[in-house]
């Protein structure tokens, strides 16, 4: 007897980062130094989910006749963080308590106060803002988008961490680039930043690359790597981390046929992560209106995986328009047009983003995956991961520890090992070694027993439906390579 126990619980993410933790996914950075916020490693069973994803988006992105790959240095030129943008405008309205010295950011309070306090304080501030239409929250927002009354609002409220009233600093601008030196010397000609996207590598990249590889307009660079953001609070786990991966691609169109290509990107985007066995009704678009939308978007959307925590954003699609190339352009000097061989145009061209978090796209995998079922009377906790992104493709499990099955089982290790990530297991009672494989998300189970050692055929047990097929041993590679497909 088999049943699924209901997901979207609260304690599901701890469960999880337990999980991580137990299995060698994920571990605290620096851990017994009693851990770095914000910035977490990689382990085992976790290097391999983490890989297999990008390889998928490498392949998804790359193995195609109009993108090329780049990987470009995560130091740059100080420069172009002056062009993008980001030392004028990468920042958030912060705060501090000036009793108990914890750190907000302006614009999450209205999540963190509780209704007590929120009701409280607007009432204080302004009963007529107070008694119109429309839910507490949305008044409250509204009140911390507006500068003058947000400022007389952190007057009167209290900390949601120590309680204490009127303790607030006023919001200062953070930039949220991580800053060092470059060569010896500390001082403020020698700054430069950490990354904090990828996607300015390509855009100054993109002569580079069209020149060397001789692709004509449309025609996209993807790159993988490092980003990092000194966020003024990290939380849920891998969601908003100081320093993580992304998968961004840029894709350069003429002006005029950037609504098309747009659109096309979205729907591509939203299809992989679908392909790759996330859960559709838990994927959907949020489309930024026109008076949010980032310096560089003339249009955006958000890719949204629905967390146990609530929707948050896995990728962002945005089309940023000739605003980056026409940046570089301006403060470098040099000219970032391109030539149009067949209309004999000169312009600069307009960029589709597509911009995945490969940190988070890995927890939204593992939160998917993640299923508890009651079998037989007992819980098992399951990964049910895609068999292309499963970290362990098959286990080797002779049923006992003797009668000539460990050899039989050796061989067959040694055979399926240059083709697949193998896991070779002999301790313990079969049941708790197939459960260690399922915590593990690992699809496929060999089992060599009595009957394999008469008739050279092995147990195959199917991870998601626990079912049992026999196989020949001579003809296991292509069965496996073939589900694995
Ligand atoms: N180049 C555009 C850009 O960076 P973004 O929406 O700021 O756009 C893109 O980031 C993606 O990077 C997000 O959808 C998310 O998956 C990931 N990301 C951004 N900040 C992150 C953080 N602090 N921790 C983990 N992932 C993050």
């Known amino acids: 007897m088999r049943c699924t126990i209901a997901k979207g619980q609260n304690e599901t993410v701890e469960k999880i980062v337990s999980l991580a933790k137990r299995r060698g996914f ?3 950075s620096s851990e017994i130094y009693g851990g770095l916020n914000g910035c977490w490693d990689y382990g085992p069973l976790g290097v391999e989910l983490l890989k297999n994803i990008k390889e998928e988006w490498w392949k998804a992105m790359t193995y195609r006749e109009d993108v090329e790959g780049l990987d470009a240095s995560i130091l740059m030129h100080p420069r172009v963080w002056e062009a993008s943008g980001h030392v004028e405008n990468f920042t958030d309205p912060m705060i501090d308590c000036k009793q108990c010295k914890a750190r907000f950011r302006l614009d999450t309070l209205t999540e963190l106060i509780s209704e007590k306090n929120k009701e409280k304080s607007l009432r204080e501030l302004d009963p007529e803002i107070f008694a119109m239409e429309g839910s507490l929250d949305d ?142 009704t838990k994927l959907r678009f949020h489309d930024h209106p026109a008076d949010k939308l980032a310096h560089y978007a003339k249009e955006a959307t958000d890719i949204e995986y629905e967390f146990p925590f609530g929707w948050g954003e896995i990728e962002g699609i945005h089309n940023r328009t000739d605003f980056d190339l026409g940046r570089h352009q301006q403060f470098s000097g040099k000219s970032q047009q391109y030539f149009d061989d067949e209309t004999k145009e000169k312009y600069i061209p307009y960029i589709i983003e597509t911009s995945a978090g490969a ?127």
């Not at 507006?146 to 609002?153: M, R």
């Not at 098959?394 to 896991?423: C, Q, S, W, Y």
């Not at 049941?431 to 260690?436: D, L, V």
């Not at 047990?461 to 003809?475: K, T």
């Open 359 to 485: 940190s988070r796209s890995f927890m939204a995998f593992l939160v998917d995956a993640y299923y508890e079922e009651e079998v037989n009377g007992e819980l098992r906790s399951v990964l049910k991961f895609h068999p292309k992104l499963a970290p362990i493709k098959t286990a080797i499990l002779p049923l006992v520890n003797k009668d000539g099955m460990p050899e039989v089982a050796r061989k067959i290790e040694t055979d399926l090992r240059p083709f697949l990530r193998i896991f070779y297991d002999d301790k313990g009672a079969i049941g708790r070694r197939y459960r260690r494989m399922d915590e593990a998300g690992t699809p496929f189970c060999i089992t060599v027993d009595t009957q394999t050692l008469q008739d050279e055929t092995v147990t195959i047990r199917e991870r998601d439906s626990m079912q049992q097929v026999r196989v020949e041993i001579s003809g296991l590679l292509n069965y496996l390579l073939e589900k694995l497909r």
């Open 139 to 280: 008044k409250f927002t509204a009140v911390l988008e507006d500068q003058a009354k947000a400022v007389k609002l952190l007057e009167i409220l209290s900390c949601p961490q120590c309680g204490n009233k009127g303790t607030f600093t006023q919001p200062r601008k953070f930039n949220l680039m991580f800053k060092t030196f470059l060569g010896p010397v500390d001082d403020a000609s020698n700054i430069i930043y950490l990354r904090p996207e990828t996607a300015q590598g390509i855009y100054v990249n993109f002569l580079n690359v069209a020149n060397s590889s001789r692709q004509k307009l449309p025609f996209g660079i993807a790159q993988i790597g490092k980003a990092f953001r000194n966020e003024i609070n990290t939380k849920n786990f891998l969601f908003r981390t100081r320093e993580f991966e992304q998968m961004e691609m840029q894709y350069f169109v003429k002006p005029g046929s950037d609504k098309t290509h747009y659109d096309e990107w979205k729907e591509r985007r939203i299809e992989w992560f679908k392909t790759l066995g996330m859960t559709a």
């Open 26 to 28: 994920v571990f605290q």
